[in-house]
């Protein structure tokens, strides 16, 4: 049997490089998620013990099932969960939709804020979890493609350009939250004369305004390191 443990996971809710991708599947400061999990982990463990008795084969479940009997317990309008997108809130999904069905899944297996790793259903497979973000923002304003059976689901590294221009460029463009901008090279030259593998540690850690991993959690350290590089290089910095 499934059991929902509501507790926060680390990836941030406002996120240095980006407020969409910080977004994705529910943002809330900590402090938010811990008292919404003491209120509704009772209601969440017995919906989702019962919901997974009802679920079919494990492994094969269409995204309509996995949806009707995992993820409605915190999705579906109406839910007691606050801090979770309900399905056909076209303004709550739209900046989820915006980094894409690959960050929006990687974001559910691993875990965000309240929400568990798979949305409580560890029996779940990848395709499973994407098969029901595809179900339920098609609801929700999107238009995703389902993975087909036997596709590697969430498995490739995103692009320093993917990852900036639907992360990192909101902040670095204008400057937000003391953000060093694009336009600034001293500002950026001064942060690469400490060397790439230092600059990809600290934002690993956070630093300042910027939370940990700048608030995506599901970025790896190769990703991290790309991006930064990529920056770097597109101020005209060098990092070494």
């Excluded at 938010?32 to 017995?46: E, F, G, H």
């Excluded at 974001?107 to 798979?118: F, L, T």
């Excluded at 350290?221 to 990529?230: G, Q, R, V």
Aim: proline share 6%; charged share 20%.
């Amino acid at each position: 049997m499934l059991y929902m443990n509501f507790r926060p996971f680390a990836l941030a809710s406002a996120i240095a490089f980006s407020a969409p991708v910080a977004l994705a599947m529910g943002g809330h400061p900590a402090a938010d998620d811990d008292a919404v999990a003491a209120r509704i982990a009772p209601v969440a463990k017995l919906e989702i013990a019962g919901a997974a008795a009802k679920a079919g084969a494990t492994g094969n479940r269409s995204g309509q099932e996995m949806v009707k009997t995992i993820c409605s317990v915190c999705h579906a309008p109406g839910s007691p969960v606050p801090t979770s997108p309900k399905i056909g809130d076209k303004a709550a999904w739209a900046p989820r939709i915006g980094v894409g069905l690959d960050a929006l899944t990687k974001s559910a297996i691993v875990g965000k804020n309240a929400m568990p790793p798979k949305g409580g259903a560890a029996d779940a497979s990848e395709l499973e979890i994407a098969r029901a973000i595809v179900f339920m923002t098609n609801q929700s304003g999107a238009n995703f493609k389902e993975p087909a059976a036997g596709a590697k689901i969430a498995s490739s590294e995103r692009s320093p350009e993917q990852i900036a221009q639907a992360a990192c460029f909101k902040c670095h463009e204008t400057g937000e939250k003391g953000a060093p901008k694009l336009s600034d090279k001293a500002a950026w030259t001064q942060r690469a004369s400490k060397g790439l593998d230092t600059i990809t540690q600290s934002v690993i850690r956070g630093h300042g305004n910027m939370p940990a991993r700048g608030g995506l959690a599901d970025l790896t350290d190769s990703e991290l390191k790309s991006t930064i590089a990529y920056l770097l290089k597109k101020v005209g910095a060098n990092g070494g």
